[in-house]
Every structure is written in C-alpha cells, then in structure tokens.
C-alpha cells in the first residue's frame, strides 16, 4: 500500500517563489502541493476549502500578514494544518510572533531544496521544525531569558518561574527539583523524555539515552503531546524551557 500522501498549500505573495517551491516538491512521490494563495486573507479561504497537511506562509503579504493568518488558520479547529512560516528575514521578533500565533516551524527562504522537503515531512508528522540558525535564540526567548515575551507560544498564560535546576551528571539531563502541576500527569519515563527533547535530543539520540528503541520513543513523544496539550515537538520544546528542564 503507498504512503499517504502529504498534501501543502504554498502561501506567498511572489508567484515565481512558489513556482519553484511546487516544483521542488512536486517531485516527490510524497508530497503534493494542493493549491497557492498569494496573500493572508486569500490563505486562510484556502485553507479552510483545501484542509492541507502542511502550510507554507509567507510574512509579509498585502492585505493580511502571515501572522495573522497563521493565527486564524490555527484558530479553526476544522483545519488542522501544521505551517511552516517562510521568510527572507531572520528577525526575532517575526519568528516569535509566529509562535505565539501557532506555527510549528520556521525556514528562511534561501535554505535549500532538501530543507524545505525536510521541513514538509517534518511538519506533516508533527514533529515541528526550527532552522538551525534561530532554534537557540526562540528557546532561550520563550525560557524566560532577555528580551522574553510574557505570552506562551500556545497562547496559554505563561508558567510560573522555576526553581534553579541542579547540576547535570548523566547522559540524562536532571529533571527540575521542583515540578509544575502541568508536567504532574507525565509518567516518570515520560519525563525523563520530555527533558530530552528539552535538550534538543532526536529520537534515535532519546533512544539510545534511555535504551530503548526508536519506536517506543515516538510513543512516549506522542503521549508527552496529547498530555501537554502541545500541537507538535516544537512547542513541547518550549514549554520544556520554560518549565526549567533545560
């Protein structure tokens, strides 16, 4: 039986920047790209008509902002679209009102082809991305650090400031000495993989942490999620920092 196919919707304002973006990933068995839309407003009509996997969205648009439209595309529950905000600018504070309106990813517009595929795999499995170049300064922006918003990236009021965490001596970075109520339902091992993905560790790397394989991570992830209430890997991970477990 084939894989599913993973369907996108391209969201830019410049037709030849989504021409290549369809061709890109046109070419893969995997992946389809189901429509374009090249403004905010005219996203979230499409999104609401198409009901994509995977959205890619560009910032600045006529009409209606990516944020925005990211934020309403989010806010209908009928949609359940992961986007991936895709711009030439790598400014702070575009990625982390991206985040608080709900995306899951970030990628700059010159990343390459297998990027953007990654990045649409990624997303369509709920794992989230971040590019590389900006993951520490997001994380370090939602633990609370200079320049911190007072906003969670869920749009749920910020936790409660965390006790100082205890020197790390294993492989397994040292959970918190005190725990929110938020993190209360988790199981001890469901902890301990929490604090991995805190650590920005990838499933093989939380696997063989923990001895385990790979399949029983992606479990424990999935159970971590559902009890968190966080859409994807990549709001776990911040509310992981915010939480002091990193």
Wanted: no cysteine.
């Amino acid at each position: 039986m084939s894989e599913p196919t993973i369907r996108v919707l391209l969201v830019d304002d410049h037709a030849l920047l989504r021409a290549g973006f369809r061709t890109i990933l046109d070419t893969q068995p995997d992946i389809t790209v189901v429509g374009e839309a090249s403004s905010g407003a005219e996203a979230v009509a499409q999104a609401s008509a198409l009901r994509p996997d995977v959205i890619t969205m560009d910032v600045q648009m006529p009409d209606m902002d990516g944020i925005e439209a990211t934020r309403r595309i989010v806010a209908d529950p009928e949609v359940g679209a992961a986007i991936a905000i895709v711009t030439t600018f790598d400014h702070d504070d575009y990625l982390y009102r991206a985040l608080e309106a709900g995306a899951s990813g970030f990628l700059l517009k010159n990343a390459g082809a297998e990027d953007l595929i990654s990045a649409v795999r990624a997303l369509a499995a709920g794992d989230g991305m971040l590019a590389p170049e900006v993951t520490r300064r997001v994380l370090a922006r939602f633990a609370g650090g200079p320049g911190a918003t007072g906003s969670h990236p869920t749009g749920r009021s910020p936790m409660p400031s965390p006790a100082p965490e205890a020197p790390r001596s294993r492989d397994v970075p040292a959970a918190p000495p005190t725990t929110p109520a938020l993190l209360e339902p988790l199981t001890d091992r469901e902890a301990e993989v929490l604090t991995l993905l805190a650590d920005a560790r990838s499933n093989a790397e939380i696997a063989r942490a923990l001895f385990i394989g790979e399949a029983t991570v992606k479990t424990h992830v999935s159970r971590v999620l559902q009890k968190l209430g966080a859409r994807d890997r990549v709001q776990a991970v911040v509310l992981a920092h915010r939480l002091g477990l990193a």
